[in-house]
């Protein structure tokens, strides 16, 4: 039986490419809705935030690579979210802190909003909020 040849020095640099999996790619979908764009934050920004090269944050936007486990602690403090919510999307939690029926309709909303239409909203309600104490 022939033996098998070892791997030649250029085989032995490939590196192992692997695709995300479906629970990677929900969490980096997302980021992707938490990344403020207008506010000059992107995927290279929390690449670097993580300590991490630009290039990486081009890998994650891509989706050829998911940020590091211990880095998305980190992503979540950056982006302002609840680690739970980034890992799994549930929101329960903060849902129940709104008082009545229209407050978690409209919690619900805002939250599948992008974050400069998020701020539109909030300067209108609290325009709202100004002219009723007003009369």
Same mark, same amino acid.
């Given at each position: 039986m022939p033996r098998k040849q070892?791997?030649?020095?250029? @085989? !032995?640099?490939?590196?192992? *490419?692997?695709?995300?999996?479906?629970?990677?790619a929900?969490? /980096?979908?997302?980021?992707d809705s938490r990344i403020?764009?207008?506010?000059?934050?992107?995927w290279t920004w929390l690449a670097?935030?993580?300590?991490l090269s630009d290039n990486m944050g081009s890998q994650w936007s891509s989706g050829n690579s998911f940020p590091p @486990? !211990?880095?998305?602690?980190? *992503?979540a403090q950056m982006l302002g979210v609840d680690m739970g919510? /980034?890992?799994?999307?549930?929101?329960?939690?903060?849902?129940t802190q709104a008082q009545t029926h229209t407050e978690a309709a409209m919690l619900a909303v805002l939250r599948e909003l992008p974050p400069d239409m998020q701020r539109?909203?909030?300067?209108?309600?609290?325009a709202a909020r100004d002219s009723a104490k007003k009369n």
């Open positions: 070892p791997p030649t020095k250029t @085989e !032995r640099a490939k590196p192992q *490419i692997r695709k995300v999996t479906p629970r990677e929900a969490i /980096l979908k997302r980021i403020d764009r207008k506010a000059k934050q992107s670097r935030g993580c300590g @486990e !211990r880095h998305l602690h980190t *992503i919510w /980034l890992l799994t999307g549930d929101e329960r939690s903060e849902a539109m909203l909030l300067a209108q309600a609290e």
